[in-house]
Nanobody
């Protein structure tokens, strides 16, 4: 079966850091664009970051540029999101997603084939 499992969320103070991980099973991750999304209570799901199948291209929503870094290790079927200088407005459930292809002009859009179940990130003092 095709499955994405996120981990690494938790409670952190403003200015702190977290690293999220997403491990895929049931398919070969090197054939998929991967993305990270987030959703706060009562708000629409937002594309945070995306990465090409080989890891050579990345994209970020403006609000996280310079603070978040996406990366992937296809040998481990895993994608990461390093989050630094966290702000309270980063609080959300973070989801990993995958879609077929090497790259997409809309990697921050919602048209992905597979989704994980999410991991909670809470930024609070």
């Amino acid at each position: 079966q095709l499955q994405l499992v996120e981990s690494g969320g938790g409670l952190v103070q403003p200015g702190g850091s977290l690293r999220l991980s997403c491990t895929a099973s049931g398919f070969t991750a090197r054939n998929y664009v991967m993305g990270w999304f987030r959703q706060a209570p009562g708000k629409e799901r937002e594309g945070v970051s995306g990465i090409s199948s080989g890891g050579g291209r990345t994209a970020y929503v403006d609000s996280v540029k310079g603070r978040f870094t996406i990366s992937r290790d296809n040998a481990k079927n895993t994608v990461y999101l390093q989050m630094n200088s966290l702000k309270p407005e980063d609080t959300a459930v973070y989801y990993c997603a995958a879609k077929r292809g090497s790259w997409s002009p809309n990697v921050l859009g919602n048209e992905y084939d597979y989704w994980g179940q999410g991991t909670q990130v809470t930024v609070s003092s």
